[in-house]
C-alpha cells in the first residue's frame, strides 16, 4: 500500500499561526521547469519541487494555549520535529529538504524548534490502467468519491517519499516508511492508505 502523509491537530484546540518574517510569495522553486506535471505555480510547496529557503520564515507565532507542540504539523507546509527528521532521513538521506523555524508562543517563549520539510522527488506514481479517477491534466479526485485512485509499484521503485506530479494533495509515503513512523508514535501523524499495483 501507498499512504498519504499529512497532519492532523492531537485535539480540537485550533491555532492562528503568525508567520513573524520571511515572504512566502517570492518563495522559488530551485529549477522551475515543468516537467510533464502541474507547475511549480499550481503546486506551491507541495509538488515535488527544490526550494530555495532564502524567502522561508524562520519564527512563526502560535497564538493559542500553551501545550506540547506535534511532531508533525501543517504551517503552510509540513512542519517536523527534529526526531521526525531524522526517521525520514534514516529511510532517504540527503534527498529532501528541512528548514530550521522556530515556534513561538504569543509572550516569545520558545514552544519548539522545528523544520519546514519540502520533500524533492516527483514522480508520475498513477497505475493509468487500473484508476478510474477521472485525468484532465491532473487527477480530479473532488466530487469523485467512488472513483478509484492506484499508484504503480514500478515507477515508485524503491523510493519511501514523493510527491506526484499530477495530485493536487501529496506527498505519498511507502508501506515500510508509514510502519516506522507509526511505530514511532510521532503526535500529529496522519496516514491514510491507498492501492498499489
Known sequence: MVHLLGAKSPDEIGY???????DWSKIKAVDPSVDGGLSFTWTKLNGGFAIRGDH???????????REVPDVEFL??????????????SFEPNIHQFFPVDVLWEDGELAAKRFFFNIC???DSISRQLTTVPFNHFWQ???????RLVFDS???????????????????VSDAL????????FTGLSLQHFDQT
Request: charged share 25%.
Open 154 to 172: 514500478s515507477t515508485i521503485g524503491s523510493r519511501h517519499i514523493w510527491c506526484d506530479k499530477y495530485l493536487l494533495f501529496n506527498p505519498f
Open 121 to 123: 522527488t516527483r514522480l
Open 76 to 89: 503552510r507546509m509540513l512542519c517536523v520535529s527534529g526526531r521526525f527528521k531524522e526517521a525520514i532521513e
Open 178 to 185: 508509514a510502519e516506522s513512523l507509526r511505530a514511532a508514535g
Open 16 to 22: 492562528y499561526h503568525e508567520f513573524l518574517d520571511g
Open 56 to 66: 522561508l520564515s524562520t519564527k512563526v507565532q502560535k497564538n493559542g494555549p500553551k
Open 141 to 147: 479526485t473532488a466530487g469523485n468519491a467512488n472513483a
